[in-house]
Protein backbone atom coordinates (compact mmCIF):
# COMPACT_ATOMS: atom_id res chain seq x y z
CA UNK A 1 0.00 0.00 0.00
CA UNK A 2 1.34 3.24 -0.59
CA UNK A 3 0.86 5.73 1.83
CA UNK A 4 0.28 9.87 1.36
CA UNK A 5 2.98 11.58 4.06
CA UNK A 6 0.23 11.82 7.03
CA UNK A 7 -0.59 8.53 7.52
CA UNK A 8 3.34 7.17 6.54
CA UNK A 9 4.87 9.31 9.06
CA UNK A 10 1.95 8.34 11.71
CA UNK A 11 2.70 4.55 10.51
CA UNK A 12 6.60 4.74 10.76
CA UNK A 13 6.75 6.39 14.27
CA UNK A 14 4.45 3.07 15.91
CA UNK A 15 6.47 0.35 17.15
CA UNK A 16 6.00 -3.11 15.62
CA UNK A 17 3.11 -4.20 18.61
CA UNK A 18 1.43 -0.79 18.05
CA UNK A 19 1.10 -1.89 14.80
CA UNK A 20 0.07 -4.81 15.28
CA UNK A 21 -2.76 -3.31 18.03
CA UNK A 22 -4.05 -2.00 15.54
CA UNK A 23 -4.58 -4.42 12.63
CA UNK A 24 -6.67 -7.18 14.77
CA UNK A 25 -8.90 -4.33 16.67
CA UNK A 26 -12.24 -4.27 14.83
CA UNK A 27 -12.58 -1.33 13.17
CA UNK A 28 -15.84 0.46 11.54
CA UNK A 29 -16.07 2.21 8.46
CA UNK A 30 -18.39 4.74 8.00
CA UNK A 31 -17.58 7.19 5.40
CA UNK A 32 -16.09 5.51 2.23
CA UNK A 33 -17.39 7.37 -1.01
CA UNK A 34 -17.05 4.18 -3.62
CA UNK A 35 -16.08 6.05 -6.19
CA UNK A 36 -13.11 7.36 -4.61
CA UNK A 37 -12.48 4.42 -3.00
CA UNK A 38 -11.22 1.96 -6.14
CA UNK A 39 -7.94 0.29 -6.32
CA UNK A 40 -5.78 2.35 -8.36
CA UNK A 41 -4.64 -1.32 -10.52
CA UNK A 42 -8.67 -2.27 -10.85
CA UNK A 43 -9.28 1.89 -12.65
CA UNK A 44 -5.91 1.30 -14.40
CA UNK A 45 -7.32 -2.43 -15.59
CA UNK A 46 -10.60 -0.23 -16.56
CA UNK A 47 -8.82 2.43 -18.49
CA UNK A 48 -6.95 -0.15 -20.79
CA UNK A 49 -9.76 -1.95 -21.84
CA UNK A 50 -11.85 1.38 -22.42
CA UNK A 51 -13.40 1.41 -25.66
CA UNK A 52 -14.88 4.82 -26.42
CA UNK A 53 -18.52 4.75 -27.11
CA UNK A 54 -20.02 6.64 -30.65
CA UNK A 55 -20.72 9.36 -28.03
CA UNK A 56 -17.57 9.56 -26.63
CA UNK A 57 -15.21 13.17 -27.55
CA UNK A 58 -11.56 13.18 -28.10
CA UNK A 59 -11.93 14.71 -25.05
CA UNK A 60 -13.33 12.25 -22.54
CA UNK A 61 -10.26 10.05 -23.90
CA UNK A 62 -8.06 13.24 -22.39
CA UNK A 63 -9.89 13.45 -19.33
CA UNK A 64 -9.64 10.13 -18.72
CA UNK A 65 -5.85 9.74 -19.34
CA UNK A 66 -4.80 12.76 -17.06
CA UNK A 67 -7.05 11.83 -14.43
CA UNK A 68 -5.01 8.54 -14.10
CA UNK A 69 -1.76 10.42 -14.58
CA UNK A 70 -2.56 11.76 -11.66
CA UNK A 71 -3.91 9.62 -9.52
CA UNK A 72 -0.64 7.01 -10.69
CA UNK A 73 1.75 10.18 -9.64
CA UNK A 74 -0.38 11.04 -6.42
CA UNK A 75 -2.22 14.41 -6.53
CA UNK A 76 -1.97 17.52 -4.81
CA UNK A 77 -4.93 19.64 -3.31
CA UNK A 78 -4.19 23.15 -3.63
CA UNK A 79 -8.09 23.77 -3.25
CA UNK A 80 -11.52 21.89 -3.11
CA UNK A 81 -11.93 21.91 -6.66
CA UNK A 82 -8.76 20.05 -7.41
CA UNK A 83 -10.50 17.01 -5.88
CA UNK A 84 -13.77 17.70 -7.24
CA UNK A 85 -12.46 17.47 -11.21
CA UNK A 86 -10.34 14.00 -10.47
CA UNK A 87 -14.07 12.25 -10.71
CA UNK A 88 -15.18 13.02 -14.34
CA UNK A 89 -12.30 10.37 -15.24
CA UNK A 90 -13.33 7.98 -12.51
CA UNK A 91 -17.05 8.35 -13.79
CA UNK A 92 -15.88 7.68 -17.39
CA UNK A 93 -14.95 4.48 -16.14
CA UNK A 94 -17.56 3.17 -14.44
CA UNK A 95 -20.26 3.88 -16.28
CA UNK A 96 -21.89 0.71 -17.61
CA UNK A 97 -22.97 -2.05 -14.82
CA UNK A 98 -20.16 -4.45 -15.33
CA UNK A 99 -17.56 -1.82 -14.45
CA UNK A 100 -19.74 -0.31 -11.87
CA UNK A 101 -20.04 -4.15 -10.23
CA UNK A 102 -16.68 -5.02 -10.90
CA UNK A 103 -15.48 -1.91 -8.86
CA UNK A 104 -17.63 -1.89 -5.89
CA UNK A 105 -16.40 -5.94 -5.68
CA UNK A 106 -13.09 -4.89 -5.31
CA UNK A 107 -13.94 -1.86 -2.85
CA UNK A 108 -15.88 -4.47 -0.91
CA UNK A 109 -12.59 -6.88 -1.21
CA UNK A 110 -10.97 -3.70 -0.33
CA UNK A 111 -12.14 -3.09 3.23
CA UNK A 112 -13.36 -6.19 3.99
CA UNK A 113 -11.22 -9.05 2.53
CA UNK A 114 -8.04 -10.54 3.57
CA UNK A 115 -4.61 -9.46 1.82
CA UNK A 116 -1.94 -11.75 1.97
CA UNK A 117 -0.16 -12.31 5.01
CA UNK A 118 -2.85 -9.96 7.22
CA UNK A 119 -4.64 -12.06 9.17
CA UNK A 120 -7.41 -9.45 9.85
CA UNK A 121 -9.28 -7.30 7.68
CA UNK A 122 -8.49 -3.34 7.57
CA UNK A 123 -12.35 -2.96 8.33
CA UNK A 124 -14.48 -5.08 10.39
CA UNK A 125 -17.53 -3.27 8.93
CA UNK A 126 -18.31 -1.12 6.29
CA UNK A 127 -21.10 1.62 5.19
CA UNK A 128 -20.46 1.93 2.15
CA UNK A 129 -21.67 4.81 0.08
CA UNK A 130 -22.51 6.38 -3.46
CA UNK A 131 -24.53 8.58 -5.32
CA UNK A 132 -26.98 7.15 -7.73
CA UNK A 133 -25.97 7.99 -11.61
CA UNK A 134 -28.01 7.69 -14.73
CA UNK A 135 -25.74 6.72 -17.72
CA UNK A 136 -26.58 5.52 -21.25
CA UNK A 137 -26.33 1.76 -19.90
CA UNK A 138 -28.25 2.59 -16.66
CA UNK A 139 -31.01 4.28 -14.87
CA UNK A 140 -30.49 5.01 -11.30
CA UNK A 141 -32.44 2.67 -9.57
CA UNK A 142 -30.25 -0.18 -11.70
CA UNK A 143 -27.18 1.96 -10.32
CA UNK A 144 -27.96 1.19 -6.60
CA UNK A 145 -29.45 -2.02 -7.33
CA UNK A 146 -25.72 -3.25 -9.11
CA UNK A 147 -24.01 -1.85 -5.85
CA UNK A 148 -26.50 -3.42 -3.36
CA UNK A 149 -25.85 -6.53 -5.32
CA UNK A 150 -22.13 -6.68 -4.88
CA UNK A 151 -22.65 -5.20 -1.00
CA UNK A 152 -25.10 -8.37 -0.46
CA UNK A 153 -22.58 -11.03 -0.97
CA UNK A 154 -21.12 -10.19 2.37
CA UNK A 155 -23.35 -10.97 5.52
CA UNK A 156 -25.53 -7.94 6.74
CA UNK A 157 -23.29 -7.28 10.20
CA UNK A 158 -20.37 -6.79 7.17
CA UNK A 159 -21.80 -4.74 4.54
CA UNK A 160 -24.46 -2.23 3.98
CA UNK A 161 -25.30 0.56 1.48
CA UNK A 162 -25.52 4.46 2.27
CA UNK A 163 -27.49 6.04 -0.90
CA UNK A 164 -25.57 9.55 -1.33
CA UNK A 165 -27.46 13.13 -2.65
CA UNK A 166 -25.15 15.70 -4.56
CA UNK A 167 -25.64 19.15 -3.33
CA UNK A 168 -25.23 19.86 -7.35
CA UNK A 169 -28.54 17.80 -7.52
CA UNK A 170 -31.91 19.15 -8.98
CA UNK A 171 -34.99 18.51 -6.79
CA UNK A 172 -36.16 16.18 -9.37
CA UNK A 173 -33.02 13.61 -9.57
CA UNK A 174 -33.11 14.05 -5.81
CA UNK A 175 -36.23 12.81 -5.77
CA UNK A 176 -35.27 10.27 -8.03
CA UNK A 177 -32.42 8.94 -5.99
CA UNK A 178 -34.86 9.08 -2.52
CA UNK A 179 -37.50 7.14 -4.18
CA UNK A 180 -34.94 4.06 -5.19
CA UNK A 181 -34.11 4.28 -1.50
CA UNK A 182 -36.69 4.33 0.27
CA UNK A 183 -38.59 1.91 -2.09
CA UNK A 184 -35.49 -0.65 -2.20
CA UNK A 185 -35.51 -0.92 1.28
CA UNK A 186 -39.10 -1.25 1.70
CA UNK A 187 -38.25 -4.60 -0.47
CA UNK A 188 -35.99 -5.81 2.05
CA UNK A 189 -32.77 -4.48 0.06
CA UNK A 190 -29.69 -3.48 2.28
CA UNK A 191 -29.99 0.30 2.42
CA UNK A 192 -29.32 1.98 5.63
CA UNK A 193 -28.95 5.44 5.25
CA UNK A 194 -28.91 8.73 3.05
CA UNK A 195 -25.86 10.74 2.66
CA UNK A 196 -25.64 14.42 1.23
CA UNK A 197 -22.03 14.93 -0.33
CA UNK A 198 -20.79 17.04 -3.50
CA UNK A 199 -18.90 20.18 -3.47
CA UNK A 200 -19.44 22.13 -0.53
CA UNK A 201 -19.97 25.53 -1.91
CA UNK A 202 -22.63 24.88 -4.32
CA UNK A 203 -26.33 24.11 -4.36
CA UNK A 204 -28.95 25.81 -1.68
CA UNK A 205 -30.25 23.44 0.99
CA UNK A 206 -33.25 24.54 1.39
CA UNK A 207 -34.75 22.39 -1.20
CA UNK A 208 -33.23 19.16 0.15
CA UNK A 209 -35.62 19.92 3.11
CA UNK A 210 -38.76 17.73 1.69
CA UNK A 211 -36.00 14.93 1.34
CA UNK A 212 -34.46 14.72 4.18
CA UNK A 213 -38.69 14.45 6.14
CA UNK A 214 -38.97 11.16 3.84
CA UNK A 215 -36.23 9.82 4.44
CA UNK A 216 -36.39 10.07 7.93
CA UNK A 217 -39.99 8.86 7.81
CA UNK A 218 -38.75 5.71 6.16
CA UNK A 219 -36.42 4.90 8.79
CA UNK A 220 -33.46 5.59 7.10
CA UNK A 221 -30.70 7.19 9.08
CA UNK A 222 -29.08 10.70 7.39
CA UNK A 223 -25.81 11.74 7.70
CA UNK A 224 -24.69 15.14 6.27
CA UNK A 225 -20.94 16.66 4.46
CA UNK A 226 -21.50 19.84 6.55
CA UNK A 227 -19.61 22.80 7.36
CA UNK A 228 -16.57 21.19 5.40
CA UNK A 229 -14.82 24.52 3.85
CA UNK A 230 -14.94 28.11 5.39
CA UNK A 231 -17.16 28.90 2.50
CA UNK A 232 -19.71 26.97 4.33
CA UNK A 233 -22.00 29.97 5.60
CA UNK A 234 -23.60 29.40 9.52
CA UNK A 235 -27.14 29.61 7.38
CA UNK A 236 -25.84 26.73 5.76
CA UNK A 237 -25.02 24.64 8.14
CA UNK A 238 -27.85 25.21 10.61
CA UNK A 239 -30.08 24.69 7.61
CA UNK A 240 -28.50 21.33 7.21
CA UNK A 241 -28.84 20.54 11.06
CA UNK A 242 -32.36 21.51 11.04
CA UNK A 243 -32.70 17.91 8.86
CA UNK A 244 -32.14 16.01 12.37
CA UNK A 245 -29.04 13.90 11.21
CA UNK A 246 -27.87 11.06 13.04
CA UNK A 247 -24.26 11.40 11.53
CA UNK A 248 -21.80 14.12 9.83
CA UNK A 249 -19.12 14.51 7.69
CA UNK A 250 -16.53 16.67 8.97
CA UNK A 251 -18.05 19.44 10.57
CA UNK A 252 -15.08 21.11 10.26
CA UNK A 253 -15.88 24.96 10.98
CA UNK A 254 -18.97 25.09 13.01
CA UNK A 255 -19.71 28.06 14.84
CA UNK A 256 -20.13 28.08 18.34
CA UNK A 257 -24.69 27.68 17.54
CA UNK A 258 -23.96 24.72 15.20
CA UNK A 259 -21.45 23.02 17.91
CA UNK A 260 -24.55 23.69 20.44
CA UNK A 261 -27.07 21.41 18.24
CA UNK A 262 -24.52 18.92 17.87
CA UNK A 263 -23.13 18.39 21.42
CA UNK A 264 -26.68 18.50 22.43
CA UNK A 265 -28.41 16.06 19.75
CA UNK A 266 -25.38 13.62 19.89
CA UNK A 267 -24.63 14.06 16.12
CA UNK A 268 -21.85 11.53 15.87
CA UNK A 269 -18.81 13.06 13.65
CA UNK A 270 -17.24 11.13 10.86
CA UNK A 271 -13.53 12.02 10.99
CA UNK A 272 -11.43 12.16 8.52
CA UNK A 273 -7.84 13.01 9.21
CA UNK A 274 -6.00 12.55 6.12
CA UNK A 275 -8.81 14.12 3.77
CA UNK A 276 -8.97 16.91 5.87
CA UNK A 277 -4.98 17.40 5.90
CA UNK A 278 -4.28 17.00 2.36
CA UNK A 279 -7.48 19.03 1.09
CA UNK A 280 -5.84 21.65 3.57
CA UNK A 281 -9.47 22.77 5.07
CA UNK A 282 -6.99 21.39 8.66
CA UNK A 283 -3.86 22.25 9.24
CA UNK A 284 -2.12 20.19 11.32
CA UNK A 285 -3.40 17.55 14.10
CA UNK A 286 -2.82 20.07 16.82
CA UNK A 287 -5.66 22.16 15.89
CA UNK A 288 -7.89 19.48 14.48
CA UNK A 289 -11.55 19.49 15.62
CA UNK A 290 -11.32 15.70 16.73
CA UNK A 291 -9.71 16.78 19.78
CA UNK A 292 -12.95 19.56 21.04
CA UNK A 293 -14.91 15.86 20.57
CA UNK A 294 -12.89 13.60 22.60
CA UNK A 295 -12.15 16.07 25.30
CA UNK A 296 -16.40 15.99 25.26
CA UNK A 297 -16.83 12.36 25.01
CA UNK A 298 -18.66 13.18 22.10
CA UNK A 299 -19.19 10.11 19.60
CA UNK A 300 -16.81 9.64 17.03
CA UNK A 301 -16.09 7.48 13.49
CA UNK A 302 -12.49 7.48 12.14
CA UNK A 303 -13.01 7.13 8.34
CA UNK A 304 -11.35 7.15 4.99
CA UNK A 305 -13.39 9.24 2.74
CA UNK A 306 -11.78 8.50 -0.73
CA UNK A 307 -8.77 5.96 -0.10
CA UNK A 308 -7.95 6.30 -3.97
CA UNK A 309 -6.59 9.93 -4.01
CA UNK A 310 -5.87 10.40 -0.14
CA UNK A 311 -3.60 7.19 -0.26
CA UNK A 312 -4.70 5.98 3.29
CA UNK A 313 -6.60 3.43 5.07
CA UNK A 314 -7.98 3.02 8.19
CA UNK A 315 -5.00 1.48 9.57
CA UNK A 316 -3.12 4.79 8.34
CA UNK A 317 -6.01 6.91 10.02
CA UNK A 318 -5.80 4.80 13.45
CA UNK A 319 -1.83 5.25 13.28
CA UNK A 320 -2.66 8.79 13.36
CA UNK A 321 -4.52 8.42 16.62
CA UNK A 322 -1.74 6.50 18.47
CA UNK A 323 1.54 7.96 17.14
CA UNK A 324 3.57 10.78 19.26
CA UNK A 325 2.77 14.44 18.22
CA UNK A 326 3.18 16.17 15.32
CA UNK A 327 2.40 13.07 13.50
CA UNK A 328 -0.39 11.88 15.87
CA UNK A 329 -2.25 12.76 18.45
CA UNK A 330 -0.46 10.45 21.13
CA UNK A 331 -3.76 8.67 22.56
CA UNK A 332 -3.22 5.44 24.59
CA UNK A 333 -3.76 1.94 22.98
CA UNK A 334 -7.11 2.17 25.73
CA UNK A 335 -8.15 5.76 24.37
CA UNK A 336 -7.37 4.42 21.02
CA UNK A 337 -9.84 1.23 21.44
CA UNK A 338 -12.85 3.39 23.39
CA UNK A 339 -12.49 5.67 19.91
CA UNK A 340 -13.04 2.54 17.81
CA UNK A 341 -16.06 1.34 19.96
CA UNK A 342 -17.33 4.64 19.35
CA UNK A 343 -17.65 3.83 15.52
CA UNK A 344 -19.16 0.40 16.17
CA UNK A 345 -21.88 2.74 18.49
CA UNK A 346 -22.77 5.26 15.77
CA UNK A 347 -23.38 2.42 12.85
CA UNK A 348 -27.19 2.71 11.12
CA UNK A 349 -29.07 0.19 12.15
CA UNK A 350 -30.78 -2.24 9.63
CA UNK A 351 -34.76 -1.56 10.70
CA UNK A 352 -37.34 -3.16 8.99
P1 LIG B 1 -19.66 8.23 -5.53
O1 LIG B 1 -20.77 8.87 -4.77
O2 LIG B 1 -19.52 6.77 -5.32
O3 LIG B 1 -19.71 8.60 -6.99
O4 LIG B 1 -18.28 8.81 -4.91
C1 LIG B 1 -17.64 9.99 -5.35
C2 LIG B 1 -18.42 11.24 -5.02
O5 LIG B 1 -18.46 11.40 -3.60
C3 LIG B 1 -17.77 12.53 -5.52
O6 LIG B 1 -18.16 12.87 -6.83
C4 LIG B 1 -18.28 13.58 -4.53
O7 LIG B 1 -19.55 14.06 -4.92
C5 LIG B 1 -18.47 12.79 -3.27
N1 LIG B 1 -17.38 13.02 -2.30
C6 LIG B 1 -16.31 12.27 -2.07
N2 LIG B 1 -15.57 12.80 -1.06
C7 LIG B 1 -16.20 13.91 -0.66
C8 LIG B 1 -15.95 14.88 0.35
O8 LIG B 1 -14.99 14.83 1.12
N3 LIG B 1 -16.83 15.91 0.42
C9 LIG B 1 -17.94 16.00 -0.34
N4 LIG B 1 -18.22 15.09 -1.28
C10 LIG B 1 -17.36 14.06 -1.44
ZN1 LIG C 1 -16.92 12.46 2.20
Redesign the pocket.
Known amino acids: MLFSKPALDAIEALTPSQVDFLKVLPKAELHA ?4 SIPLPVLQQLAKEYVPSGTDSDSTLLVIKSGIEKLQDGVTFDEIHD ?2 NL ?1 PA ?2 ALTSTKEALARVASAVLAEFLGLKEEEECPQATYLEL ?3 P ?1 KTIAMTRLEYVETVLDEVEKYRPDQAVLIV ?1 L ?1 RRMSKEVADECVEAAISLKKRGRRIVGVDL ?4 TAGDMEHFTSHFVAVKAAGLGITL ?1 VA ?1 TTENSPEDTLKLLSFKPDRL ?2 ATFLNDEAQGVVIRERMAIEI ?1 LT ?1 NLL ?1 KTVSDLETHHIRYYLKKNHPVAICT ?2 ILPFRTNLLGEYAMLLAPAPCGLGLSEDEVERIAAMGHGSRFRINT
Not at 33 to 36: C, I, K, M, R, T
Not at 197 to 200: A, E, Y
Open positions: HLNGFFFIYRSTRSDCGDPHEGHCSCDD
